[in-house]
């Protein structure tokens, strides 16, 4: 073979695996996964929990994380959310980082982390007019 020939086999290779490469991201980019509803019960118990979090942080910062954490996840399992580090919501994840960092105020960075997870329950929870339309979904069947 000829000079040509061999780089234009290398072009083509290189090409190919360029595109496979590609298809193999763009099928493991994260998807939202399926999560089912909460429901209405759920859904006021958790607000609730998350009022009486919320009262606590002045007096006792660091603990109202962790809880704050424990809140979310277990919500996040009821609605039966994946719970892999790779398939934590992004929220889940800048809280993380926020309520463990130590450098500069850590109150601050804590305070930063609890809305992060008040960002995430609330989106998690979906509005009264998704819970309405659960439940008339479930009379009607």
């Known amino acids: 073979m000829d000079q040509g020939t061999l780089v234009m086999i290398g072009v083509i290779a290189l ?3 360029v595109i496979l490469l590609l298809i193999r991201a763009a099928g493991s980019r994260r998807r939202m996964p399926r999560l089912r ?5 759920a859904r006021e118990r958790y607000i609730s929990d998350w009022d009486d979090l919320e009262s606590k942080f002045v ?14 996840m277990s919500m996040l399992r009821e609605r039966g959310h994946p719970l892999t ?6 929220e889940m994840q800048r809280a993380r980082k926020l309520g463990y ?4 105020d850590r109150t601050e960075g804590m305070r930063q982390a609890l809305l992060q997870y008040r960002v995430l329950m609330e989106r998690m929870m979906g509005s009264t007019d998704d819970v309405r ?5 479930r009379e009607m069947a």
């Open 133 to 137: 339309r659960e439940q008339r979904r």
């Open 85 to 90: 580090e790779r398939e934590l919501p992004s």
């Open 15 to 17: 090409v190919v695996f």
């Open 37 to 41: 509803p909460l429901a209405a019960e």
């Open 101 to 104: 960092s130590s450098r500069g």
């Open 59 to 72: 007096d006792a910062p660091e603990q109202t994380v962790r809880e704050a954490e424990a809140l979310v």
